[in-house]
């Protein structure tokens, strides 16, 4: 990727130049290996563990505390087999620690794939058929989304390459308030989301929730797997919301606000979704009110 942004947030001091020189250092190494490898897979681990080191002193002193609320105790020890597009975003911001070490930034390959602006022709097919425009922006680039989930009509969307509507379904979306045992909010949230990928019923893979595969009915066929965009910075982070299918006798609930945050469809819709072609790993998808 060329060139990351490097943004401090507005209350919180960009760090002294020690800390700067080392994180330079590691963007230099970031941007030569493009990416595509490890980050320890280009001389960077040195690098990488001195900056590990100092910022494991630094969380330690006033200043650290005094900048961000004594949260320096959460910052995380980050493993050296961690795909390096999954540290970046700890190497832009790593002056303010996070409990989630795993946050990525689209690289400038994964917009270029979708980068495409929305033609008049379309927005006014689109317009004619009553559908939401798929057209978004992230960190500035024009990008088509391949579904559109809006929750107000309780409808999903799907979008052929050009931005045009190819069909319209029912969904269900998270229940309003919150769930009464964790007081987690059950709501989906509105957002622009990455499609990561699509697993298939039984649910054994590595990176499967505990939940879908104790009990896959209640997923159907497929999940549609995907995680949070910060359109602004193309930031990405863990999002817990999938499109999915659904348990047979749940297909009355169809059309309503029904479950604990991700969006529920007949198992033939989500089939027919996952077939189409157009949903893929590496698309995106925008929920919308």
């Not at 579904?147 to 069909?167: A, E, F």
């Amino acid at each position: 990727m060329t060139g990351f942004p490097i943004e401090y947030s507005s209350d919180i001091p960009a760090p002294n130049k020690e800390l700067e020189a080392l994180r330079q250092q590691l963007h230099r190494e970031a941007v030569a290996s493009n990416q595509n490898e490890s980050i320890w897979n280009n001389q960077s681990k040195s690098g990488f563990n001195k900056l590990d080191g100092y910022l494991r002193t630094w969380v330690d002193t006033d200043e650290c505390k005094k900048t961000i609320d004594n949260d320096c105790k959460n910052y995380p020890k980050i493993k050296t087999d961690t795909p390096e597009k999954d540290v970046v975003k700890r190497l832009c911001d790593i002056n303010k620690p996070t409990k989630d070490p795993y946050i990525t930034q689209l690289t400038d390959a994964e917009l270029n794939a979708n980068t495409r602006e929305l033609s008049k022709e379309a927005l006014k097919y689109n317009k004619d058929n009553y559908a939401p425009s798929p057209q978004i922006f992230v960190r500035g680039v024009p990008v088509i989304v391949s579904v559109v989930v809006k929750k107000s009509n309780h409808t999903t969307y799907l979008y052929d390459k050009d931005g045009r509507v190819v069909k319209s379904y029912k969904n269900a979306v998270g229940k309003l308030g919150k769930d009464k045992k964790t007081g987690e909010s059950t709501e989906t949230p509105v957002g622009v989301r990455y499609i990561t990928g699509i697993t298939k019923s039984p649910y054994l893979g590595i990176d499967d929730t505990k939940k879908s595969i104790e009990k896959p009915e209640e997923y159907g066929p497929y999940i549609i797997k995907l995680r949070e965009v910060d359109a602004r910075t193309g930031n990405t982070e863990n999002s817990g919301v999938f499109l999915h299918g659904t348990k047979p006798e749940w297909n009355r609930a169809l059309g309503t606000h029904a479950s604990h945050g991700c969006v529920r469809h007949h198992n033939q819709v989500i089939t027919e979704i996952v077939n189409s072609g157009l949903v893929n790993s590496g698309t995106f998808v925008n929920i919308i009110d």
